[in-house]
């Protein structure tokens, strides 16, 4: 167990429909990445939050935004969902190992599929 | 930007062998590596991680690599399997963007599949 929680674990929606995802990170842990895994593009970069502001993106939709609350949990929010969005979807949080280099922890991830 | 390439989608092995799950990145001057292991059905756990110093980095589960600069390498071995072992092992190397973050850069990852 590495600390992070992600809900709901699966998800089932339809195309058109809006889905949010929520991570809670390790205790202590400031930062909160998002990645997806799909079978054609494997895993990939969505975006990062550091301390409930927005750090870094990467591969993501502009119909995908994020956002990291007080409490530092984040949420991954989906709409206007397409058969494509259906993927795993994790969540990391980090700690700084040594300098300023970090060691993600990743959850369980969710699984969503859109009908 | 960094890259990550696993040589092998799939290794069979039977149980009790040896394994060694190929893993070059695109150089850099600084390089941080990681291996990750994705049981069935689960999320990603940290097998090991390789940030300076020695170049043989231990991890869980028995697994060790070996960092290798002059040919961009970090392949991760293992003197003998276990039925257990099964799953996609996947190795990453750490990027750095502004504000003095990281992103982790992943390969296609390697399905180990081991036989009794």
């Known amino acids: 167990d590495s600390g992070v929680t992600q809900t709901p674990k699966h998800l089932i929606t339809a195309t058109g429909q809006r889905v949010t995802l929520r991570c809670s990170p390790r205790?202590?842990?400031?930062?909160v990445y998002w990645y997806q895994q799909s079978l054609d593009q494997g895993l990939q970069f969505l975006i990062q939050?550091?301390?409930?502001?927005?750090?870094a993106k990467g591969n993501i939709l502009e119909r995908f935004s994020a956002q990291q609350f007080p409490d530092l949990h984040s949420e991954l929010n989906l709409s206007s969902l397409e058969l494509g969005d259906s993927a795993l979807y994790f969540c990391?949080?980090?700690?700084?190992?040594?300098?300023?280099?970090?060691?993600?922890?990743f959850g369980p991830g969710t699984r969503l599929l859109v009908l | 930007a960094q890259s990550v390439t696993q040589l092998d989608s799939q290794v069979p092995v039977f149980e009790e062998a040896p394994v060694e799950l190929r893993c070059n990145y695109s150089s850099s001057v600084s390089v941080y590596l990681f291996w990750y292991v994705q049981y069935p059905n689960q999320g990603l756990q940290l097998l090991l991680k390789?940030?300076?110093?020695?170049?043989l980095v231990k991890g869980i589960n028995g697994f060790e690599a070996e960092f290798n600069k002059s040919q961009t390498s970090f392949h991760l071995r293992k003197p003998s399997v276990h039925i257990s072992d099964t799953a996609e092992y996947f190795c990453?190397?750490?990027?750095?963007?502004?504000?003095?973050?990281?992103?982790?850069?992943f390969g296609a990852g390697t399905r180990l599949a081991v036989h009794p």
């Open positions: 390789y940030l300076s110093g020695s170049t």
């Open positions: 990453a190397v750490s990027e750095r963007f502004s504000g003095g973050y990281n992103k982790l850069i």
């Open positions: 990391a949080s980090s700690v700084r190992d040594q300098g300023l280099q970090e060691t993600q922890y």
């Open positions: 205790s202590g842990d400031l930062s």
């Open positions: 939050y550091y301390n409930g502001e927005e750090r």
